[in-house]
């Protein structure tokens, strides 16, 4: 028996654009998901999980249903459990056909590992990105006050400035209250960084050294 995650509607495709990041403008709630995706096969609250994990975008939706229809058709499990869906995910983030940063993330943040092609401001917002997410391990928002401290060769107003632009384009999202908070919305690529990209104190120096070349 094959078992398929079939999409009852065509979903919107997803443009990459260098100015534009309308990546998961449009998102979808656990039951708006069930009029787009027939997600029989799945528990409600395994679903559910799919959809804290990818903040309702269907354009990461469309990742890890994928995965899981190829884990489905692999193992012959008639339903689907929590611990299949953080396979699949482990799969997504650490395993052999992990998710190519340069391609699936590319619509959440400009930053590519390259000192030819990266500006200042986009490595500033992988700074930003990778020391948010390192925050975020343990705790569902990180204090801005956190992030700076760690980037403290940056200059406050410049660092404020990036993590607006950020919020702006609903990469990461500012918790309520008079405390200024952050958390990267897609927590899929929250998870990627943390297991790809640790931010320990040599990745930390490395975008010291990076930003210090770069002419604020």
Avoid at 105 to 111: E, H, M, P, S, T
Avoid at 144 to 166: H, K, M, N, Y
Avoid at 187 to 205: G, H, K, V, Y
């Amino acid at each position: 028996m094959r078992f398929a995650l079939i999409m009852r509607r065509n979903l919107p495709k997803i443009r990459h654009n260098s100015a534009v990041y309308p990546s998961y403008s449009w998102k979808l709630t656990p039951k708006a998901a069930l009029t787009w995706v027939d997600f029989s096969p799945v528990n409600r609250s395994d679903y559910t999980q799919i959809i804290r994990l990818t903040a309702g975008s269907p354009y990461y939706i469309q990742f890890v249903c994928h995965r899981l229809v190829e884990y489905l058709n692999r193992t012959q499990n008639p339903t689907v459990t929590g611990a299949d869906v953080d396979r699949v995910v482990a799969e997504l983030i650490q395993g052999p056909t992990r998710l190519d940063p340069f391609t699936k993330f590319d619509n959440l943040f400009r930053y590519k590992e390259d000192e030819t092609r990266d500006t200042r401001e986009a490595t500033l917002e992988g700074l930003f990105l990778h020391l948010l997410a390192d925050e975020t391990r343990a705790r569902p928002f990180a204090p801005f006050s956190a992030v700076r401290q760690r980037a403290s060769f940056v200059d406050e107003a410049e660092l404020l400035a990036i993590a607006g632009r950020l919020e702006e384009r609903q990469v990461i999202e500012r918790a309520s209250g008079p405390i200024r908070q952050y958390r990267v919305v897609v927590d899929l690529f929250r998870r990627w960084i943390n297991a790809n990209r640790p931010m320990d104190s040599e990745a930390l120096n490395s975008f010291r050294t990076k930003v210090e070349r770069m002419v604020a």
